[in-house]
């Protein structure tokens, strides 16, 4: 009896996560905004042509906006009156970074086409045709979000998850967000590329316990490589997320490191301490590697998380406030 309830009930909760997305398309703008794919596209190119490193860059800032209320744009919303906003959150102040590019999107786009263009959907076809750019990566961006006016902190401090957590608190995350193990594991994959400040290892290097100042799951040699990049007490410099290849590629190279201990933060080992995780990280790391594939279905499950469609939310004129 009981199971058949929770079936049941579980069953109804499914029905209702898929309809709320059931409005994103591909040609979302076609009609109304017929060339914004390929604006935005020749945009991010020109910034990525700049400044390579944006690219990661943009992709997590895809990332923080969908798993905080959603892919709204919450995350570009600036203080909000008497609180604290996105921006504000341990996991964004400090190295969440692209904001400038996703208003010089917005601000041609708007020429092109006023009041038409989410900013949510600007920040998602911003991070795909950024790494499409970067290269080895592309995935579909359906289209159609709109934009909430809400952004806190303290939601964002809740919802996103830190550097330090273990396999459990990381995976009750995500399936907060109706993500599974298997998302999880190929989502992190994205850190193969990018930039941390060595603010974020300074615990895991220098402050692991009392007893062991170094956590002494990260690699001996590896470890000592890190601490010659990142001195005790340096909060600043940036090192590359995967400092094991010359250069900062798209590869599957990620669940190589896991493996052999050479990831930077507590939630990248933690994708090895689970047996279901563990096998999803072994099939990746094989030759023909299914990653970017996978990768491309994840991220684009990703970008339906919570998605006002419809006549919910609205069209903001400047991505950093509410109309
Ligand atoms: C599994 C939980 C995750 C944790 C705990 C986590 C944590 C972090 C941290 C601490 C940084 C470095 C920030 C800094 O100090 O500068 C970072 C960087 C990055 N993360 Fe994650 N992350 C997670 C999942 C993801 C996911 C799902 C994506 C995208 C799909 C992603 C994409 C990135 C990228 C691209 C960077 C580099 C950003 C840049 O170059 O500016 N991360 N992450
Ligand atoms: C669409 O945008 C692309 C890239 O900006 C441009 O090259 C092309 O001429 C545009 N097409 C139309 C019909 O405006
Ligand atoms: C680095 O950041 C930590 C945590 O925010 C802080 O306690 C520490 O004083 C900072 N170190 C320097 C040198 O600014």
């Known amino acids: 009896m009981a199971s058949t309830w929770i079936l049941r009930t579980f069953g109804v909760l499914v029905v209702m996560a898929c309809s709320v997305d059931a409005q994103l398309s591909t040609r979302f703008y076609n009609t109304r905004c017929p060339n914004v794919t390929a604006r935005v596209g020749e945009i991010i190119r020109g910034h990525i042509r700049r400044d390579r490193t944006m690219a990661p860059a943009l992709l997590r800032l895809h990332f923080h906006d969908c ?3 959603g892919c709204d744009a ?3 919303l600036n203080n909000p009156s008497g609180g604290r906003g996105e921006k504000e959150a341990t996991g964004n102040k400090f190295s969440i970074r692209g904001f400038e590019i996703i208003d010089d999107v917005k601000a041609k786009i708007e020429a092109m086409c006023p009041g038409v263009v989410s900013c ?6 911003s991070a795909r045709d950024a790494m499409r750019a970067f290269g080895g990566i592309d995935w579909a961006v359906p289209l159609g979000r709109r934009d909430g006016t809400i952004t806190s902190a ?3 401090n809740r919802d996103l998850p830190p550097p330090f957590a273990n396999f459990n608190t990381l995976s009750a995350i995500f399936r907060r967000k ?3 193990v298997k998302d999880m ?12 400040r060595c603010a974020s290892m300074q615990t895991r290097l220098y402050n692991f316990s009392p007893t062991s100042p170094t956590d002494p799951s990260i690699d001996p040699a590896f470890a000592a490589s890190l601490k010659r990049e990142c001195k005790r007490g340096d909060n600043n410099t940036l090192i590359r997320n995967d400092p094991t290849k ?3 590629t ?5 669940y190589s490191n896991v493996l052999r201990s050479k990831s930077l933060f507590i939630s990248d080992d933690a994708m090895k301490r689970s047996p279901e995780a563990r096998k999803i990280v072994l099939t990746q790391n094989q030759p023909g590697s299914p990653f970017s594939k996978e990768f491309a279905r994840a991220v684009e499950k990703m970008g339906r998380i919570g998605v006002l469609t419809g006549r919910q939310g609205q069209i903001r004129q400047r991505c950093s406030r509410g109309n």
């Open 67 to 69: 798993f905080v209320r």
């Open 74 to 76: 919450s995350v570009l």
């Open 120 to 125: 949510a959907d600007i920040l998602a076809l």
């Open 154 to 156: 303290a939601e964002a």
């Open 178 to 180: 109706g993500l599974s």
């Open 185 to 196: 594991v190929i989502l992190s994959g994205a850190h193969t590329v990018g930039l941390t």
């Open 246 to 248: 010359p250069t900062d």
């Open 250 to 254: 798209w590869d599957p190279n990620y």
